[in-house]
């Protein structure tokens, strides 16, 4: 029997409509199955400079620029006192070409990435859910069911696994491990009201780190700002509160939140959603490639998720096109895919795990471009796949650093809150 397939891509989120793009781009024929219909909600609204490059390597840029979404050249990073706070301007770096990156609201940017691959020629079928999958020899076949509630099955060289948080089929394997230590909960919604900074540094996220936890403050639109509550789940559980009651105290309790709240309406219903981070032992297996949260996924306080989700799906697929090409169903190229993602991701999760530091916090609120290290701070958050050896250094030196502020005062200590 014939393929009807080279490749099955499983969601049509950033990383999967990447994929579609960029096999299509190859002349490979491809079908999408994504169980929701498109626009839909999702969150992971705050993108970073080094999606431009992927935007326009899938000619999908001008549509995106049409679009009109906010433009952001920083990120704040606040107190929840409003002692302190320092900014990450993305025009400043030795080290980056990109100075600026989009906040979207994922309805409309998620599709507008989706129907763009339709029209480089996926196939796209919306509300069909995937409910297996197997590797059989020659081919993958992935079953699913379609709104009318029927099963079908289709037949490819290739899977692409990009299911998101659902990690399809990494989680059919037991493949997935969490990072001890990261089981966060995430309470959010859209408002407006919000008082957020104009003039240059207007499109800015705001992260406000509190002493557990931090809020991320996005503004979508003129008047429309994504505001969220992230916090450990055992610290919610223990506060035996609904999850707005749990959010409106920490607001109340944050002044640098609150004071931009105080004439703020919610305009979204608040959404709660577990936020775990973890890893997938393998990325790659015969015929089989995860790619975006179906890889990994990391807390989000330094607004990787999308760039991560595109970048590796743009990799993924590339490297599923030439094992098609190669006739073959595992290769180094796989292999190699799969450890550069993972390094990729790593470079992040380094800042992430000191970020909840005290020591940490100590050094990148008090920041000094001293050998330019916060150039190269700069161009690892604004989500730069490679490393060079003058941005490896740098690093290095920052993080010897932040081990001795564990030790000695090399910054003025702070308390967080
Ligand atoms: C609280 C929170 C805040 C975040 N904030 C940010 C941020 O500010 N910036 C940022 O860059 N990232 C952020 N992220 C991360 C970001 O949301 C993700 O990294 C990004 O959406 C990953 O894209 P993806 O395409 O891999 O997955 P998704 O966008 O989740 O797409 C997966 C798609 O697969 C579909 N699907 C799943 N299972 C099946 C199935 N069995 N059959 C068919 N279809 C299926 C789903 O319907 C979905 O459309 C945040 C995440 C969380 C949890």
Redesign the pocket.
Known sequence: MQNSWDVII?????????AACTLRQSGRKVLV????K?P?F???????PYNRPIFDELGVWDKIQAAGFMRKRGAQFWMGDGSMHTRLNFSRGSFTEFPEAIQVE?AKF?NILLRHAEELGAEVREE????SHAVEGDHVTAQ?RTKDGTDHEARAAFLID?????N?TANREKLRDYYPGHKKI?I?GHYSGVQMTDGEEKGD?LIVRRKNSWF?M?PLEDDKVSI?L?LDLEDFKSLKQEPLAVFDDAVATTPTVRDRMTNAKAITQGHV???FSYTNRTLVSDRVVR?????G?ID?IF????????HS?QRGAQVVNDAIAAQKTMTFAMKRYEWSTKKHVGRFWQFIEKFYTKHFAQLFFQPSNRFRMVCAINCVLAGRPEMTFATWWRLKFFFGLVWIQKRFALAKPIEIG
């Open positions: 499983i969601g049509g989120g950033p990383a999967g409509a990447t199955l994504e169980k929701e498109f839909r999702h969150i992971g609204e705050s993108l970073l994922r998620d069909t859910l995937v409910t699913f990009a299911s998101g948080l659902n399809f995430a959010f996220i991320w996005i969220g992230v959603l577990s936020d790619v975006g949260d179906a890889a996924f989000p607004s990787s998720g999308v760039m991560l989700a595109m799906a």
